[in-house]
């Protein structure tokens, strides 16, 4: 049976840090096993290169250094690998341990725990159950879509990507190519802010609705990333929640408890309904159709018109 | 093995530096200490005398377990912390952050969780700059949030004006409060004596709340698994057709489906389940020209008639 790559990763690693001179790679190969059975030279150098890749993702810092006789050679020096001090009392542990726990991401769950395994091993004092001794709450934060992964790694990276993305409303998507800044999480939906090069503009994307593959693209980003990116301030304009005028509506009294909820003023008819004034911003024509026979819009007199065209296009079916 | 290469190698870097200050560990202990399960850190320690700075030299780290105990024989100083990973400091300080925001959560957790995270940035150094690149925002309704904490924490009954969209209407109920919950918004779990089943609420959905007198007794439950999303149709519930045009799609991504068929016109046509299909007249009246019900043909009806009935008070012809 072939050697496990956890095995073969765990001893390029000690082999790396245990060393004080550069190691050749015709040592290193002749001192891990995995490597003598890798058969040609040709699949152990891709290996080599993989594995040196992967024990970086682990946080591993490897310097590549000339030797004297112009051979390579690789070392993970201690100092430059060890944690800093970092002291962590029980209630601090028990709290970043129900952090670790938030994350439904398998690649961000594992970094996580992860992160928690080595100040753990740096003498972070245990906590009991994080649940029982705390907070009742458990957040959790979902990851549902499969851009989430690549784009991550992109705006670690500062990396371009293209990605075929369908708007709201569009029959077709549409390749855009991005450079990413940042994603956030809101409401639990992941978006994307970034550079789109083809509009020469900032745009935010839902994550959700790109379709298909990220791909990475090559070069540098050509525009300078901004301090601060406002993500929620876009979508909650796309949500209609910049609200810009107010509408006067008729509600049955007893039914809309969210309109009353954000309604600016109530009124009672006296005639089983009540009369609102409530914030008009994008999307409240939709909204209010929900309600169906129990909302009636008094003014301004285009959300009226836009109201009596949905319930026509439902009516007529 | 469902482990990944990668993780169980990052997990035993740390155990055997966690190793060497513990001769003699309890294999119930580290276990837990590291939050695996005790299968998975025996396979752990299978590896472990694998592995070494030379396989020839008798370098090998010789670590062996009875199952109960753990020692490592020739413990020697390649095991010094590590430093963290980009991603494992992004991962760990975009949570930490995103958890100090919950306006729910208790001050005092709330303060050990802001001077972690100053801990965990100074320790990280540079590669924790990358978790600006990330963040969550939850959303939670304070006052609600800390009467259902308090309740909890008190084993305390609650009462409840509860808004539910499907009826468009407020109901009172008594509940017994199980756990709180995160997902975008803010939920509750509880034991609902009205309707004696457990049902889940919505934080923001909660028009009114009361802490009573009465302790808490919700039946022993077997907590529902979150990771499988917040809504699990029963196989039995009725199903729905919805077809959409491309300015409906976003039905595709509010409501769990079964399945959701591209359409030629760039729509699609969902098929999903619901117990009850009636509290969908909402989203059919929603959609307007943008989508229709095909089945069941009464809830399309009874959207018809809302619709027309509608119309009726605007004086204007259907």
Request: with cysteine.
């Given at each position: 049976?072939?050697?496990?790559?956890?095995?073969?990763?765990?001893?390029?690693?000690?082999c790396?840090?245990?060393?004080?001179?550069?190691?050749?790679?015709?040592?290193?190969?002749?001192?891990?096993e995995?490597y003598?059975?890798?058969?040609?030279?040709?699949?152990?150098?891709?290996?080599f290169?993989?594995?040196?890749?992967?024990?970086?993702?682990?946080?591993?810092?490897?310097?590549?250094?000339?030797?004297?006789?112009?051979?390579?050679?690789?070392?993970?020096?201690?100092d430059?690998?060890r944690?800093?001090?970092?002291?962590l009392?029980?209630?601090?542990a028990?709290?970043?341990?129900?952090a670790?726990?938030?994350?439904?991401q398998?690649?961000?769950?594992?970094?996580?725990?992860?992160?928690?395994?080595?100040?753990?091993?740096?003498?972070?004092?245990e906590?009991?159950?994080?649940?029982?001794?705390?907070?009742?709450?458990?957040?959790?934060?979902?990851?549902?879509?499969?851009a989430?992964?690549?784009?991550?790694?992109?705006c670690?990276?500062?990396?371009?990507?293209?990605?075929?993305y369908?708007?709201?409303?569009?029959?077709?998507?549409?390749q855009?190519q991005?450079?990413?800044?940042?994603?956030?999480?809101?409401?639990?939906?992941?978006y994307?802010?970034?550079?789109?090069?083809?509009?020469?503009?900032?745009?935010?994307f839902?994550?959700?609705?790109?379709?298909?593959?990220?791909?990475?693209?090559?070069?540098?980003?050509?525009?300078?990333v901004?301090?601060?990116?406002?993500?929620?301030?876009?979508?909650?304009?796309?949500?209609?929640?910049?609200a810009?005028?107010?509408?006067?509506?008729?509600?049955r009294?007893?039914?809309?408890?969210?309109?009353?909820?954000?309604?600016?003023?109530?009124?009672e008819?006296?005639?089983?309904?009540?009369?609102?004034?409530?914030?008009?911003?994008h999307?409240l024509?939709?909204?209010?159709?929900?309600f169906?026979?129990?909302?009636?819009?008094?003014?301004?007199?285009?959300?009226r018109?836009?109201?009596?065209?949905?319930?026509?296009?439902?009516?007529?079916d | 093995?469902?482990?990944?290469?990668?993780?169980?190698?990052r997990?035993?870097?740390?155990?055997v530096?966690?190793?060497?200050?513990?001769?003699?560990?309890h294999?119930?202990?580290?276990a837990r200490?590291f939050?695996i399960?005790?299968?998975?850190?025996?396979?752990?320690?299978?590896?472990?005398?694998?592995?070494?700075?030379?396989?020839?030299?008798?370098d090998?780290?010789?670590?062996d377990?009875?199952?109960?105990?753990?020692?490592?024989?020739?413990?020697?100083?390649?095991?010094e912390?590590?430093?963290?990973?980009?991603?494992?400091a992004?991962a760990?300080?975009?949570?930490?952050?995103?958890?100090?925001?919950?306006?729910g959560?208790?001050?005092?957790?709330?303060?050990?969780l802001l001077?972690?995270?100053?801990?965990?940035?100074?320790?990280?150094?540079?590669?924790?700059?990358?978790?600006?690149?990330?963040s969550?925002?939850f959303?939670?309704?304070?006052?609600?949030?800390?009467?259902?904490?308090?309740?909890?924490?008190?084993?305390?009954?609650?009462?409840?004006?509860?808004?539910?969209?499907?009826?468009?209407?407020l109901t009172?109920r008594?509940?017994?409060?199980?756990?709180?919950?995160?997902?975008?918004?803010?939920?509750?779990?509880?034991?609902?004596?009205?309707?004696?089943?457990?049902?889940?609420?919505?934080?923001d959905?909660v028009?009114?709340?009361?802490?009573?007198d009465?302790?808490?007794?919700?039946?022993?439950?077997?907590?529902?698994?979150?990771?499988?999303?917040l809504?699990?149709?029963?196989?039995?519930?009725?199903?729905?057709?919805?077809?959409?045009?491309?300015?409906?799609?976003?039905?595709?991504?509010?409501?769990?489906?079964d399945?959701?068929?591209?359409?030629?016109?760039?729509?699609?046509?969902?098929?999903?389940?619901?117990?009850?299909?009636?509290s969908?007249?909402r989203?059919?009246?929603?959609?307007?020209?943008?989508?229709?019900?095909?089945s069941?043909?009464?809830?399309?009806?009874?959207?018809?008639?809302?619709?027309?009935?509608?119309?009726?008070?605007?004086?204007?012809?259907?």
């Open positions: 049976m072939a050697i496990a790559k956890a095995e073969r990763l765990m001893n390029l690693a000690l790396l840090l245990g060393t004080r001179r550069p190691l050749s790679k015709r040592e290193l190969r002749g001192s891990i995995a003598l059975e890798a058969g040609s030279d040709d699949a152990f150098n891709r290996m290169e993989r594995d040196k890749d992967d024990l970086r993702e682990l946080g591993l810092i490897i310097e590549t250094v000339e030797n004297l006789d112009g051979d390579t050679g690789y070392l993970a020096r201690r430059s690998n944690l800093p001090p970092i002291t009392d029980a209630e601090e028990a709290a970043l341990g129900l670790a726990k938030v994350w439904q398998a690649r961000l769950a594992g970094a996580a725990s992860g992160a928690l395994q080595k100040l753990r091993a740096a003498g972070m004092p906590a009991e159950d994080a649940y029982e001794v705390h907070s009742a709450l458990e957040p959790r934060i979902p990851v549902h879509e499969a989430f992964e690549p784009l991550m790694l992109a670690r990276d500062r990396r371009p990507v293209t990605f075929d369908r708007k709201a409303n569009a029959a077709r998507p549409e855009r991005v450079e990413p800044w940042t994603l956030e999480c809101w409401r639990g939906h992941w994307l802010a970034g550079w789109d090069r083809d509009r020469g503009a900032e745009r935010v839902r994550l959700s609705r790109i379709t298909g593959r990220v791909r990475s693209r090559a070069g540098a980003f050509t525009v300078e901004p301090d601060v990116v406002t993500v929620r301030e876009t979508v909650e304009s796309w949500a209609g929640e910049t810009t005028r107010t509408a006067r509506i008729r509600l009294a007893g039914a809309g408890y969210p309109l009353r909820s954000r309604a600016i003023s109530v009124r008819l006296g005639d089983g309904w009540d009369e609102l004034e409530i914030p008009y911003g999307g024509d939709a909204w209010l159709v929900e169906g026979p129990d909302v009636v819009v008094q003014e301004p007199a285009d959300l018109a836009d109201v009596v065209d949905r319930l026509r296009a439902v009516a007529k | 093995m469902a482990t990944n290469a990668i993780d169980q190698t997990r035993m870097l740390s155990l530096t966690y190793l060497r200050e513990r001769p003699g560990a294999v119930q202990d580290v200490a939050g399960s005790e299968d998975e850190l025996i396979s752990d320690l299978d590896v472990l005398p694998m592995c070494g700075t030379s396989f020839r030299g008798g090998l780290l010789d670590i377990t009875d199952g109960d105990r753990i020692w490592w024989h020739n413990p020697d100083d390649v095991a912390p590590l430093r963290l990973a980009a991603d494992e992004t760990l300080l975009v949570a930490a952050r995103a958890v100090a925001t919950l306006p959560l208790r001050e005092s957790d709330r303060q050990a001077r972690a995270t100053a801990k965990l940035e100074t320790a990280a150094g540079e590669v924790g700059a990358a978790s600006s690149r990330l969550v925002t959303e939670s309704e304070g006052g609600v949030f800390a009467d259902v904490d308090r309740a909890i924490s008190e084993r305390r009954r609650l009462w409840l004006r509860y808004y539910s969209p499907a009826r468009d209407e009172e008594e509940v017994d409060p199980i756990r709180l919950f995160a997902v975008g918004h803010t939920y509750m779990e509880a034991w609902c004596r009205s309707s004696e089943d457990r049902r889940t609420f919505r934080l959905r028009a009114e709340i009361r802490l009573l009465e302790p808490a007794a919700p039946p022993e439950l077997e907590l529902r698994d979150l990771s499988e999303g809504v699990q149709p029963a196989a039995e519930d009725p199903e729905v057709v919805v077809e959409v045009g491309p300015g409906g799609r976003w039905v595709a991504e509010y409501y769990p489906h399945s959701a068929q591209e359409l030629s016109d760039g729509g699609l046509r969902i098929i999903l389940r619901t117990p009850d299909p009636a969908l007249r989203l059919a009246l929603r959609l307007g020209g943008e989508g229709r019900i095909v069941p043909p009464e809830l399309a009806r009874s959207a018809r008639q809302a619709a027309r009935a509608a119309l009726a008070a605007y004086d204007e012809p259907a």
